[in-house]
């Protein structure tokens, strides 16, 4: 039966994705929207931008739910561990927005967005061992992370990248001081 306490735990476990996401879009040099991200060469296969916040409000609520099911079992003390890898990938989620949008680095946002998907895939793990529920409910977030880097590196092998004080196409090779 559901009590208070629990429901607010919920609600809780709900708003911290879900907030973390707003804050991470603020800093997020305007997304989907930007000058910039709307200039980039993209594939055919890039979702409409009206997709994402509609993905990413629901990818959060699921995670929140998620997080939910896994406290249940124990709190933080009993599931210190899971807990702590699914908050790492929520601190590594927030960040590959600013990285992405706001500092337009495809380069290094992909390999964040690599180590991103790393943590999620052993939170998912994690969760499994605890809840399975809690487990199949991360199941979308892989599966729409996995585009989400697939989108990221096309991008990056598309489009120039930032380097120095100059713009660098990726295709063509630097040349140094040494070089012939």
Known sequence: MW??????????????????????????????????????DKPS??????????MWTTLYILMGIASYLIWKEGGFRVQAYPLAV???????NLAWTPLFFGLHRPDISLGEIVVLWLAVAG????????????????IPYILWLTVATALNAYIYMHNPILSGDAYHDITTPLRGPNST
Do not use: C, R
């Open 45 to 54: 296969w890039t979702p409409p931008g009206y997709v994402f916040p509609i």
């Open 123 to 138: 939170t998912i793990y994690m969760f499994f061992h605890v809840n399975h529920v809690a487990a199949y409910l991360l």
């Open 86 to 92: 699914y908050a790492l990938q929520l601190v590594l």
């Open 3 to 40: 009590n208070f306490y629990a429901i607010a735990m919920l609600i809780v476990a709900i708003a911290i994705p879900v907030g973390l996401g707003f804050l991470g879009s603020t800093f997020g040099g305007g997304g989907g929207e930007s000058d910039w991200y709307k200039s980039l």
